[in-house]
């Protein structure tokens, strides 16, 4: 799946997960470091301070998108991007992102960072070593309107594999769903109108991604069948 041309302007779906299927999240704080930065790795800004104000971040999410902290930050993200995430879902041993490059290399760079600065607070948390993904993370070219409204309702059904969120995704808090129905706790950070705008409104999105056989009917998305 990688041997594609990934070029400005389009939109990819990117996954990738932990080696043997393991967990790849195992606390609040893996959840809420991950999410951090893709987010803000959007750009090849460096951020300061990176551990405590993650720390900050842990049981307030909210705070991601408006951290007195990350305030300058947040607006220098948004105006030297590299991708714009569009949506994204985080399972505990898997995640899911779709994202458009905006820049020439531009989600090779961002993947890099971002995998590459978990890895290592993963394995300096857990006192681990090697890899900790399953290879090279998956890319697929996202071809049409169609395929992008579906994938993202795919994306956002994931939640559905865990017991404790059967039927209650929209508000599993480590994905985009409640911000394509709801207010969006991110702002600029993550740009789901995209999607929206093919649904027409937030309401139809909804009853879109409910009555969906996304994340039902697998065979749709072969490629995702191990995952």
């Given amino acids: ?50 551990g405590r104000v993650v720390k900050d971040l842990i049981h307030n999410l909210g705070l991601i998108g408006q951290h007195s902290v990350l305030t300058n930050l947040r607006d220098e993200v948004v105006k030297k991007r590299m991708v714009e995430l569009i949506a994204f879902c985080l399972m505990p041993n898997h995640f899911h992102l779709i994202i458009k490059e905006v820049e020439e ?33 998956g890319a697929v070219h996202v071809e049409n309107d169609n395929q992008l409204i579906y994938l993202s309702a795919y994306i956002h059904r994931n939640p559905r594999e865990l017991s404790d969120w059967y039927n209650k995704e929209e508000s599993y808090p480590w994905s985009s769903y409640q911000d ?19 649904s027409r409104n ?3 999105y909804h009853e879109f991604v409910k009555a969906s056989r996304a994340k039902t009917f697998d065979d749709e998305l072969p490629y995702l069948e191990d995952l």
């Fill in 1 to 50: 799946m990688r041997n594609i041309k990934i070029a400005p302007g389009e939109y990819y779906h990117i996954y990738n997960r932990g080696v043997n299927k393991q967990k790849i999240f195992h606390d609040r704080s893996d959840w809420a470091r991950f999410l951090f930065l893709i987010l803000y790795f959007q750009s090849p800004l460096k951020v300061s301070h990176l």
């Fill in 202 to 204: 937030k309401k139809k």
């Fill in 105 to 137: 290399g531009g989600i090779a760079s961002y993947m890099q960072r971002v995998l590459n600065a978990y890895a290592k607070y993963y394995n300096t948390k857990y006192e681990k070593s090697g890899h900790l993904f399953q290879g090279p993370y």
């Fill in 180 to 198: 394509f129905i709801g207010e969006n706790r991110y702002g600029d950070l993550l740009l789901p109108d995209i999607v929206l705008v093919q």
